[in-house]
């Protein structure tokens, strides 16, 4: 009880801070912690240099009541009454694969024609099993020739021509070595959330850091330029 009255005091005090200066810790999935956040904080960084910028990358949803992080970026909608969370936009997949493996092994023009190319997926996760099987097309987990569940590795195995694998639009599409692939695939989106504790919403920093990066996740998943080259 004493640890959470501390934390409510902490979170409290937070909001007495009109400065536009401090440490902002965000929380984030691996790809987006990887590949997406640190160009968008080298943007903040140019217009508040004041602001210190910590990186939490995780995809584990991080515990906003007790200062885990100040800001989170999710995929899902933050249960907690606590927490205030702030839609940002739906992120589209893609089936993508590198152009030296599409070069070598052909280009599939319908999804029945993934099931004789090496594929890339989880390791012990049936996700994309699953999503194979509403297509009418059954697999089992020997058809992915490379399999991980870090989102991080398995990246890396698209960009490197290990076979077709499954990533964000936006993530593919400014990629030079990647290629996407079956545009009429049905594939989920990612829904994009960002969650702060209620009690830090006053705080000028962690304000200035959530509406910064709402605009450039919107910006990223359009496949917009970046906040450099376009106005706010």
């Known amino acids: 009880a004493v640890s959470e009255q501390a934390s ?5 005090a937070l909001g007495s801070v009109e400065a536009i200066e401090g440490t902002v810790r965000i929380a984030a999935s691996e790809v987006v912690a990887a590949y997406v956040l640190p160009e968008m904080t080298a943007r903040l ?11 939490v990358a995780s995809n584990q949803v991080e515990n906003l009541l007790r200062r885990d992080a100040d800001i989170a970026i999710r995929m899902v909608k933050p249960a907690q ?8 936009t739906d992120i589209p997949l893609r089936a993508c694969a590198a152009k030296s493996y599409l ?9 029945g024609d993934l099931v004789g190319h090496e594929l890339i997926g989880f390791d012990r996760s049936d996700e994309i099993i699953r999503g194979f099987a509403q297509f009418g ?18 990246w890396e ?3 490197a ?8 639009e936006p993530l593919a599409d400014r990629d030079p070595l990647v290629e996407t692939l079956l545009p009429g695939l049905a594939l989920p989106t990612l829904p994009v959330w960002l969650a702060m504790h209620r009690d830090v919403r006053t705080s000028v920093r962690i304000r200035r850091v959530a509406d910064f990066l709402y ?13 450099a080259n376009s106005a706010r």
């Open 81 to 88: 009454n606590e927490l205030v969370a702030r839609k940002v």
């Open 8 to 12: 409510a005091f902490s979170l409290l």
């Open 157 to 159: 195995a698209v960009r």
């Open 137 to 154: 097309v059954p697999l089992t987990r020997n058809a992915f020739r490379f399999r991980t569940d870090n989102q991080i590795v398995l």
């Open 161 to 168: 021509g290990n076979g077709i694998g499954f990533g964000q």
């Open 103 to 111: 070069d070598r092994r052909g280009r599939p023009l319908k999804p």
């Open 215 to 227: 605009e450039e996740l919107k910006r990223y998943s359009a496949g917009a330029a970046s906040g």
């Open 45 to 55: 960084g140019a217009e508040e240099p004041c602001i210190e910028v910590e990186i």
